[in-house]
Structures are given as structure tokens and as C-alpha cells.
């Protein structure tokens, strides 16, 4: 049942979005190989969505009919498919065949291209030097840690939406890094697309609008050795994740430079099986090996490391698949469960955290919960502390995400 005869709509980010007045549904690729938003209005999107692989063309027609009591041509449901897979959205031949062509010119790249720039954070460097400065001065004169961090969970949310937290937790970061060595940063990013694996690494430079940051590949290369991996893992993973390269310009801004310090990235997969199964995902031998080779980076690199987990946390609303909207009532109780789970990581208690997930069946939609637990695994036990809570609220769409920033001392 493969082609246009049977089409197959790809993994793709639905959400209800207004169009010009009137509600539509956009569709999201998360993995950045359809670079535009789509939207189709709702009955589209009926139809769209029953494309699996197992109905024909006239079934999606016959499905229409008895949803809307409306007639819709055998053409018109051609012509929406075949739009469809113009716009990369099907697991069809086309997609396949261009994804082949782009992801084997990624590999062949020395460097990662930039993704957010412009989206996630200003391209211009001037304009966001502009914004990192008044971030960091909003946030005010931090009282600098008695001793040296360790680690960081920070947010991935775009900085906009996230400025207060940002600023509070890299204005700290400023105030307490010291030394003229060229330290190693390791981040640990959420992969919000498909990857294979649990964890992966790359040999790739990331380019920033503040110039190259050079990615450690010997370090990069030993560690997977070291967990036990088959290479580097997936480093298509990296090729369109923005929650390692949203750290980029604000560790630049505050060691001065794109070349005062190097950087280890590694995108974690996402923990859903272990929280289906109510398993740790410590018991997992992937996990359990990269954790362990994570320990001896540490015990190896010593005071040259920052650790960083770049990670949000709930995901609530209509955006996210809830069929009501958010209001102020329950944004209350999700940042209030929020809290509770978050005592477990100041806690250095990942076990805590993961349970506390795992309970609620992951129904906020903690996205950053495989980062945070391999980091606080990682740190055996070092406690943190909390140094901002946010949310990003939109009343109109009735959605919300939640996100902190917390400091783990040496």
C-alpha cells in the first residue's frame, strides 16, 4: 500500500491555530525538512489526519462524506494529497528521496548550520548583543556562588518568550565562571524529532552569529567509546534541534566570545517507553553506560567543565493536544506540580524526578526530562538550587509552557 494511492501522512506537530479570522489546524515538522507551517482548515485536516497508509483515496472521500454530509470530489481529495506531498508532509517516495539528498549534504558539512537564528533568537548580532545585555541587566547584579558551577538546567524556549529566566540564571553564570582557560561546555538537549538511540554526539562545529564554536571531537569520539556506542549515534539528531544551539549566543555572550570555549553537544531521545513502563531508565544499558562515561568526563576534565541541561518542562493546553484550553486555574496547579517535581532535582534526586514523571504519565508533557535525569544522574547526588520559575502563557490559544533555570555548585 505504498504511494499516492495510499497515502501516509509523516510524523508531524498539529496544533489549533486563527487564520485571517477563522480557525484553522497548522501543522509542524519537527524535524525541519518542511521549513514552512502548513495549515490546512478543519476538514481538511479531517482528511489529512486518517492518512496512515491503510485507506485509499476513496476511503479518505467515503470518511468525508459521512463525517461532514457534504459531497467532496475523488479530484479534490487527489489534488490535497498530492499538495500534501508537494509540501514534504507524506512518508512518500518524493520526501524520502529529497530527505536523502539533504541529510547526506548535512553529513558532508564540517559545521552545523544555524536553524533558529532569526526564530529563536535574533540573526543580526548586533540586535542581539542589543538583547542579551538588556536580559542580563533586567535580571540585575547577582550575588556570584560561593564556589564555581558545576552544571546549569536552563531553558530552550525561544528567548523571547523566556527572557526573564535566561537572564537571571546567565547573569549568574556570568558573575560566578572565572578563569582565563578555554573551559569545555556540555550540553545535554532535548531532541524534539525522531532520532535512533538514546543518546548522540557529533564531530560538527556550531556557527552562532557571533562566529564558530568548536565542537571537542576527540572528546566527542572517546566518550562514545566509552559508552559502549556505535559511532557518534545519530548525528542527524543535531541537524535541526534548536535546544542546544538556543545556548549558543548566551554562553558566548558570557565568556566573551565564540572561541573561549569549546563545546561537547549531545541530544538525549526522548524517555516515553520508560515512563509507559514505569521502568528507571537507569536499568536501561544505553543509558546506564553513557551515564557512566559521562562520570568519567568529569573525573577527567575536572574544574574545565560546565554541564548544561537545555531543557523546558510542561507543555500544556490546546497546542499540546488537550481538547479544552488552559486557564488561569489550572496553569496554577501545573506550575504548582512543577515545583514539587523540581524539589527532587535541587535535590539531586533523579530517580525522584523521573518517579514524579512517570506517576502523571508524563501527561505535561515534561520535555525535558531525559536532559535533566542524565544530568543529575551524572552528578551523583549534588544538590542545586533554583534560581527562576517561568511560564509562557497564551490566553487566546489557551496553551502554556513552564521552564526554570538552576545552578549545581562544584
Not at 43 to 56: E, H, M, P, Q, V
Not at 236 to 263: K, M, V
Request: aromatic fraction near 8%.
Amino acid at each position: 500500500m505504498e504511494g499516492s494511492d495510499y497515502p501516509k501522512l509523516r510524523r508531524l506537530e498539529a496544533f489549533p491555530a486563527r487564520q485571517q479570522g477563522r480557525d484553522v489546524v497548522a501543522l509542524r515538522d519537527p524535524l525541519g525538512y518542511a521549513r514552512n507551517l502548513v495549515v490546512l482548515p478543519p476538514n481538511l485536516y479531517f482528511i489529512a489526519s486518517l492518512c496512515d497508509g491503510t485507506r485509499s483515496l476513496r476511503d479518505l472521500q467515503a470518511a468525508y462524506v459521512r463525517r461532514y454530509g457534504d459531497i467532496i470530489t475523488s479530484d479534490q481529495v487527489a489534488s490535497l494529497i498530492a499538495e500534501l506531498d508537494r509540501k514534504l508532509l507524506l512518508d512518500s517516495e518524493n520526501f524520502r528521496n529529497y530527505k536523502r539528498r539533504l541529510d547526506q549534504e548535512y553529513l558532508a558539512l564540517p559545521n552545523r548550520p544555524m536553524v533558529s537564528a532569526g526564530s529563536g533568537y535574533p540573526a543580526d548580532p548586533r540586535v542581539l548583543v542589543q538583547q542579551l545585555r538588556s536580559m542580563l541587566l533586567e535580571a540585575g547584579e547577582p550575588t556570584p556562588l560561593p564556589e564555581t558551577p558545576l552544571a546549569a538546567v536552563a531553558p530552550h524556549i525561544d528567548l523571547e518568550r523566556g527572557w526573564e529566566c535566561y537572564g537571571k540564571l546567565y547573569s549568574l553564570l556570568g558573575a560566578s565562571l572565572s578563569g582565563n582557560s578555554r573551559p569545555l561546555v556540555v550540553i545535554l538537549g532535548t531532541c524534539h524529532g525522531e532520532m535512533e538511540g538514546l543518546f548522540a554526539l557529533t564531530r560538527k562545529n556550531y556557527l552562532t552569529p557571533f562566529g564558530l564554536v568548536e565542537t571537542d571531537a576527540g572528546l566527542a569520539e572517546g566518550l562514545a567509546r566509552a559508552a559502549g556506542m556505535d559511532g557518534l549515534g545519530d548525528e542527524l539528531s543535531h541537524r535541526s534541534e534548536h535546544s542546544i544551539e538556543i545556548q549558543l549566543p548566551l554562553l558566548c555572550f558570557i565568556f566573551g566570545g565564540a572561541d573561549r570555549f569549546r563545546l561537547l553537544p549531545i541530544t538525549c531521545n526522548s524517555f516515553h517507553a520508560f515512563v509507559q513502563e514505569r521502568r528507571s531508565p537507569s536499568e536501561d544499558r544505553q543509558v546506564a553506560s553513557f551515564v557512566a562515561a559521562l562520570k568519567g568526563l568529569l573525573s577527567a576534565v575536572g574544574k574545565e567543565v560546565l554541564f548544561i541541561a537545555s531543557a523546558d518542562l510542561a507543555h500544556v493546553g490546546r497546542r499540546f493536544g488537550s481538547p479544552l484550553p488552559l486557564d488561569g486555574v489550572i496553569l496554577s496547579s501545573v506550575i504548582a506540580k512543577d515545583k514539587e517535581m523540581l524539589r527532587h532535582v535541587e535535590e539531586g534526586d533523579a530517580e525522584g524526578f523521573f518517579d514524579y514523571v512517570a506517576a502523571e504519565g508524563d501527561s505535561r508533557h515534561v520535555c525535558g526530562l531525559p536532559p535533566i535525569y542524565t544530568l543529575v544522574k551524572t552528578l551523583e547526588g549534588r544538590k542545586g538550587t533554583l534560581v527562576d520559575h517561568c511560564h509562557w502563557f497564551d490566553p487566546q490559544e489557551g496553551s502554556a509552557v513552564t521552564f526554570a533555570g538552576l545552578v549545581f555548585p562544584r
